[in-house]
């Protein structure tokens, strides 16, 4: 498992391997993650994606459909496996959190992230559609974070990712986000200060959300 080892053992974690795309992996998951909590659990985080028409080299327009397939099942499709697990199990304590990580590619357009941006914006439909089930019949929270463009085995796949990221830079006020922020706003997620927060897409990006143009990058259109 590589550094997974080395954090488990920092932590003092056990690491139940699985495969978010099989119901029954994730029922084991689930049931095992009750057994060594000794009871239900109080938050998840979902934080995987994959494209293999990216990895493959597949333009959007030209792409590979069963790569695309796997794709949405990977990055999307194992969010609500997962929740439907939990969701069937009762898993979750009341006024516990579920959360998932997205980017904004889902609103809008980023062509060298091909179909990532399609499976990022199925997974936050499905953290509306069914937060809006486990909030009503188990009082859980579920939302999803939209993060700054972070240097990530899956992210640094995309082509021009850097650009992405000197960019988001040159357009937050308040730079972009890091790997770090990012967890520190999931932990106020999964905390009791956010219990009334669900149903939402909300953004961890210094900003760049709500940009239309900065003056460094206007800068860079204007030197003589």
């Known amino acids: 498992m590589g550094n997974l080892d080395?954090?488990?053992?920092?932590?003092?974690?056990?690491?139940?391997?699985?495969?978010?795309?099989?119901?029954?992996d994730l029922e084991n998951l689930v049931e095992k993650a009750m057994e060594i909590l000794g009871g239900k659990i109080d938050f998840v985080l979902h934080s995987i994606g994959m494209s293999v028409n990216v990895r493959k080299g597949k333009s959007y327009t030209d792409p590979n459909y069963d790569f695309t397939t796997k794709g949405w099942n990977v990055s999307a499709v194992s969010f609500h496996k997962t929740m439907n697990v939990l969701y069937k199990k009762k898993a979750m304590n009341e006024w516990g959190s579920i959360v998932a990580l997205t980017y904004m590619a889902a609103q809008r357009v980023f062509p060298d992230y091909n179909d990532m941006a399609d499976n990022k914006a199925y997974l936050e439909s499905i953290a509306r559609s069914?937060?809006?089930?486990?909030?009503?019949?188990?009082?859980?929270?579920?939302?999803?974070?939209?993060?700054?463009?972070?240097?990530?085995?899956?992210?640094?796949?995309?082509?021009?990712?850097?650009?992405?990221?000197?960019?988001?830079?040159?357009?937050?006020?308040?730079?972009?986000?890091?790997?770090?922020?990012?967890?520190?706003?999931?932990?106020?997620?999964?905390?009791?200060?956010?219990?009334?927060?669900?149903l939402q897409n909300l953004y961890n990006d210094g900003g760049f959300s709500n940009m239309g143009v900065s003056d460094q990058v206007m800068d860079t259109f204007t030197k003589e």
């Not at 240097?151 to 960019?167: L, R």
């Open 6 to 24: 080395t954090l488990a053992a920092k932590t003092g974690a056990q690491i139940i391997p699985a495969d978010a795309t099989s119901i029954e």
């Open 130 to 198: 069914f937060g809006y089930f486990f909030g009503k019949n188990k009082k859980v929270r579920v939302n999803t974070i939209s993060q700054s463009p972070t240097p990530t085995t899956a992210g640094q796949g995309v082509k021009g990712f850097d650009g992405f990221i000197a960019y988001a830079e040159k357009m937050s006020p308040l730079g972009n986000a890091t790997a770090e922020d990012c967890a520190n706003y999931t932990i106020a997620m999964f905390s009791d200060l956010t219990k009334r927060v669900t």
